[in-house]
């Protein structure tokens, strides 16, 4: 069936080193959403992509969609303690409708100070 | 305030009993979600609905129950609480355009 991979499942960084986590879907996707859910709390949504190939960032962090629209990697500048948590791609398969999404499992991180 | 709520936040509850889980979205948002997560599955959809009286199944169904009668209020029902649905549950909802907004989640236990 579709699914999206996740790598890493879990990273420890040291406070000011770089993250990255990388999503792999079997399926061309029509867009990829990125999630952030801080320990104990509820995920909440970054930034979704549409266009193959397309790069936007949010301060420290840029993401990526790949040109085959099939693979995203989100992408964290000198890591802060405030980026903890679990990092999740989800990936839609209909084109113009979020209605069924394929989450990947997420990449925790864990920024030692 | 605007937003997507939901209750109660934590419940425990015994094996065999019924329990509903409540949400409600003041977005206006045609689609809702509930989701169930566990470690090591990451979000699981249960159930969810494109707009008041259309619900549909998602991956983990089973055991659960949903009903939409008003666009704001999508309760998730356990007919017969069983211990492999202790779980966090989350609502969300979303335009079906953009990113989905999640709920604060309810912390489900049951004995």
């Known amino acids: 069936g579709q699914q999206v991979m996740q790598i890493p499942q879990y990273q420890h960084v040291q406070e000011g080193e770089d993250f990255t986590t990388y999503c792999n879907s079997s399926t061309t996707l029509s867009n990829i959403q990125w999630y952030k859910q801080r320990p104990g709390g509820h995920p909440v949504f970054l930034i979704q992509l549409v266009k193959s190939g397309e790069v936007k960032k949010q301060k420290r962090l840029t993401f990526q969609f790949g040109e085959a629209k099939k693979n995203s990697s989100l992408h964290i500048t000198a890591t802060q303690t405030t980026d903890v948590g679990t990092y999740f791609c989800a990936g839609a398969v209909e084109a113009g409708n979020n209605r069924k999404l394929i989450w990947g499992l997420g990449t925790s991180l864990a920024v030692n100070p | ?43 699981r959809l249960i159930y969810y609905s494109a707009a008041a009286d259309i619900t549909d199944k ?6 659960y ?5 008003k666009t704001e209020n999508f309760p998730l029902t356990l007919e017969s609480a069983t211990r492999s649905q202790t779980s966090v549950y989350f609502c969300a909802s979303s335009s079906g355009l953009s990113g989905y907004t999640f709920g604060s989640g309810t912390r489900l236990t049951v004995v």
């Open chain 2, 65 to 69: 129950v949903v009903s939409r009668s």
């Open chain 2, 1 to 43: 305030d605007a937003g997507i709520t939901q209750s109660p936040r934590y419940k425990i509850t015994e094996t065999g009993r019924q329990v509903t889980l409540m949400c409600h979205q003041t977005w206006s948002h045609s689609y809702m979600f509930w989701y169930r997560q566990d470690l090591g599955h990451g979000l």
């Open chain 2, 58 to 63: 998602g991956e983990v169904p089973d055991g």
